[in-house]
């Protein structure tokens, strides 16, 4: 069996770049590892990411999101996360099930009992070896990620969350936080206002431990 690394954090925190360079590390190192993402990750997420993230012509209920992101979850375990860790491979994740009890429970308000059960109904009760958490104050990643939007065309925005007001995005720094309180073995907490060089060499560090340790 292979290990499986999620990466999680409030947006802008920089945890995409962070999981790019480290697959690039344990690739160019020969360790057999696979990047993927959440939602999206497989066909039928990436169809369900578009939904999921960009403003639509009509309303997303919390509970439409929910059973939606639950449902990417549940094909992207069978179809691409359990193969790879079958295959021994060390699995690094972009968001896993601590974003849908992060996001759509603390935040959005959702029964955090209903979405534990939906989670492991869905994960088939799999979970991260480690989880990283890129730990940020709200508005620095805000500022960065609502950058970087701007940037983007306004079909490829994928803002639908960055446009929550602060409070929102408030609720999710500090649920990730109780998450990582409440199951210190898992979580690494990292604080992501580091340089990008900085912030690997930690990555990495913990990503190595880990894989040493097997
Ligand atoms: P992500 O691709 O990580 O976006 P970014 O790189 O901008 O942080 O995540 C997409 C968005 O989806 C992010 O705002 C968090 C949200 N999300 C949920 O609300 N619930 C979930 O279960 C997942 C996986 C993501």
Redesign the pocket.
């Known amino acids: 069996m292979g290990l499986f690394v999620s990466f999680e954090g409030i ?1 802008g925190c920089g ?2 770049t962070q999981i790019h360079l480290a697959a690039d590390s344990l690739v160019k190192r020969g360790i057999p590892c696979l990047r993927t ?3 999206g990750g497989t066909t039928l997420g990436r169809k369900l990411r578009e939904t ?2 960009n403003r639509g012509p009509f309303i997303l209920y919390p509970e439409t ?1 929910l059973l939606l ?1 639950t449902a990417a979850r549940a094909q992207h375990v069978r179809e691409v996360i359990l193969p790879a860790l079958e295959e021994g491979k060390v699995v690094l994740c ?3 099930a601590d ?2 009890l992060v ?2 429970g603390y935040a959005r308000g959702l029964d955090i009992e209903v979405i534990s059960f939906l989670d492991s109904f869905v994960t088939n009760s799999l979970k991260p070896n480690m989880t990283l958490l890129f730990d940020l104050p709200v508005e620095v990643g805000l500022n960065r ?1 609502r950058e970087r939007i701007a940037r983007l065309n306004l079909a490829s925005r ?1 803002d639908r ?2 446009e929550e007001d602060l409070a929102f995005h408030k609720k999710i720094r500090e649920g990730y936080l109780l998450l990582a309180h409440q199951e210190k073995d898992r979580f690494r907490v990292i604080d992501a206002a580091g340089s990008i060089n900085d912030l690997q060499n930690t990555v990495r560090f913990h990503i190595d431990k880990l894989v040493n340790r097997e």
Request: hydrophobic letters at 35%.
């Open positions: 947006e945890k995409t993402e959440e939602p999921l993230l999101e992101f972009d968001r896993f974003a849908t996001y759509q990620a994928e969350f960055e």
